[in-house]
């Protein structure tokens, strides 16, 4: 044995230093270890320092600031900073106030449209029909007329025309709904019930889904309504935002015997997404893998609606209905821009996705539900009609202050019935429903009446406050070849000229036309001769007050070969509802006129255009209030009592 | 070895220190990189900078300081009015109308805007939060407009109107950014 043997490969020796110098052997990489971090730690502190060292950006500009509570008016906006321009919204830097009468105040409110008796509404929520009653919920504040405290009101009526006001059917009282009970929709069992789904708004703002039914079926009016224990039934999924995950829609019965809901949110925040949910109880949920659907660019899709239409357009569906003969739309109510969109296309009920029949006018950058003032819609099936319902919410384009200072804000548009557009393909086609004429009283005929190229005919009426007009549209031609004109939407209204165009009715005018608001058909030659049609509302002139929004709203309409221009306009009081070519493009408008009222109102026909004559037959009705009240119980007790004696 | 690591805990200590300027810094970055996407940086910048909660502030933080910053500016502009209002004696007839009319869109600044912001803000519908600062924009520019000749109020209205406008562009700042 060789004592000069290096000591790691002696076992002997090694064991020996382990009992003298128990920690020796291990301290050693730790002390490297803590060596190397050290060092670590040192060279970052003093990359840190010296990164510090950077002077600090220095605060406003004292020489600006004169005073607490006081601002330089030197000051200037500064410039067209990123994304928002000081010009990005002129309107706010031009608007005077005005001073608004009692009588002009009165006079905006609606005489057969649904408004609350005050305060404030938005969405249409949860509509459904039941044992002879049609329901409308909506989000109302009762303390104000501003957005604010949510609950849901509620109104019925026995033919979507003649409501009745009732209690307040939920308000936010648990602490998954007490910032808000929000928008949602009804599902009716096969067996009879009822599900609710809604959005609460939670004691933390967290947007969750929540399960509501009715307290007694039986009860036709529908007037309690119970939340279930277990709520929230649907809380935001990994990776969705608290505040974007809202508005659940009707449930559908897929091919497994489940139930299917969706819920609009948004990916990466521009990427507007509807989010499919299996359940078979209505109280446990899954998320399914991928998504119904998503189109970037959109951002948050609110309101998503998603249901069945019949390709040979005669008749509406139920939200289950299936199979060949069938094509599913689906509608979001886009946040970022407030306007409602469609598309039309085919469901796969196997892979739970849609798709779009033109990727071109997907979902948010294609066709809207409704060109002009109008948000937030929300579609039922009518069992008892076949029909599927369209509800849509109308806010006001006045300032808050005028609505604080009449008591309300906000219409209902007139139901509309929906049905799939099987001549062109391409649209869907909503049309007041028909009860509707109920109210119709009198009517005038006008018949070929010509108006010349550049020509304003009145057309006596009488009062002209509330009207359903029905109009058609004859072009003769004068010039023999016409320039092509530039594709320009509405233009800049009524006032821009062409040589096919603008030509239609002006509705809430005075006599001496100091206000109007044109409703009409601007045609463009886009290339020999062939011409693209547009429908138009100019709200530019309808008020004289120049602290409302008055806006040129409308689109593209489909005119086919053997169609002429025909529309139909529903005139009440501050809401004007404009449907061209049988409701392939809709448009609603809100109107504040300050001259324009009672009965100073009248109705004209007018042709801009430069190189036509138009024709045009109306039929126009005198529209009776719908005397929308509460609902009189009292009444219905007297009855019964008579009755029963 | 005790003493190794003795100083290196001592080093760490004093690197946290080191490490606390860059949270303000980060923070300063937010309140810069946010007022550049409104149109008055310099007051947007003193808004949000005189105002301590703004030092570890979200965006949707120093959304509700400017809204609470435009309360406190439309309830001064509105105790002025009352002020000038109860000079009564000396004012002139149109003078007094216009100022009940800008005591009557300052009232709904401040009943009805205001609330409708933080209400908005707070459960995140935040279209409601545009909506009520827009107005509170519009409604200021109406008073200032209220006065045919020389306006009382110039500059209480100027400083309500770009507020709500400052307002207005963080929520949509906001709108467009992802948040957990």
Known sequence: MEASSSTSHDPALFHAPLLHHPRRRSSRPLKGFAVIFGSVVFLLSLVILIVNQSPEPLASNPSSVTEAGSYSMAAQPRGIAEGVSAKSNPSLFDKVGFNWTNAMFYWQRTAYHFQPQKNWMNDPDGPLYHKGWYHLFYQYNPDSAIWGNITWGHAVSKDLIHWFYLPLAMVPDQWYDINGCWTGSATL???????????????????????????????????????????????????????????????????????????????????????????????????????????????????????????????????????????????????????????????????????????????????????????????????????????GWVNETDTEADDLEKGWASIQTIPRSVLYDNKTGTHLLQWPVEEVESLRLNATVFKDVVVEAGSVVPLDIGTATQLDILAEFEIETLVSNSTEDEVSDCGDGAVDRNTYGPFGVLVIADDSLSELTPIYFRPLNISNGSLETYFCADETRSSKAPDVTKRVYGGKVPVLDDENYNMRVLVDHSVVESFGEGGRTVITSRVYPTEAIYGAARLFLFNNASGVNVKATLKIWEMNSAFIRPFPFEETLFQEMVAST | MKILIVIIFAFLVCQANAFRPILLLGNQNLIERTCKQTPFYDLCIWSLKSNPESRDASVKKLAQIMVDSLKTKATETLDLIDELLQDGLALDPEMQKALTSCAERYNVIIRGDVPEINEALKTGDYKFAAKGANDAAIEANSCEIEFPTKSPLTDMNKVVHDVSVVAASIVKIIQTKFSF
């Not at chain 1, 933390?204 to 929230?232: C, H, I, M, R, T």
């Not at chain 1, 959109?298 to 309101?303: R, Y």
Request: glycine residues 10%; contains cysteine; proline residues 7%.
């Open chain 1, 189 to 391: 069992l096969p067996d009879g019930r009822i599900v609710m789904l809604y959005t609460g708004s939670t004691n933390e703002s967290v947007q969750v889904q929540n399960l509501a039914y009715p307290a007694n079926l039986s009860d036709p009016l529908l007037l309690q309504w119970l939340k279930y224990p277990g709520n929230p039934v649907v809380v935001p999924p990994t990776g969705i935002e608290d505040n974007e995950f809202r508005d659940p829609t009707t449930a559908w019965l897929g091919p497994d015997g489940s139930w299917r809901i969706t819920v609009g949110t948004r990916f990466n925040t521009t990427i507007g997404t509807a989010l499919v949910f299996q359940t078979t109880n209505f109280s446990d949920y899954q998320l399914l893998d991928g998504v119904l659907h998503a189109v970037p660019g959109t951002g948050m899709w609110e309101c998503v609606d998603f249901y069945p239409v019949a390709i040979n357009g005669s008749v509406g569906l139920d939200t289950t209905a299936l199979g060949p003969g069938i094509k599913h739309v689906l509608k979001a109510s886009l946040d970022d821009t407030k306007v409602d969109h469609y598309a039309i296309g085919t469901y796969d009920m196997i892979t739970d996705k849609w798709t779009p029949d033109n990727p071109e006018e997907d979902v948010g950058i294609g066709l809207k539900v409704d060109y002009g003032r109008y948000y937030a819609s929300k579609t039922f099936f009518d069992q008892s009609k076949q029909r599927r319902i369209l509800y």
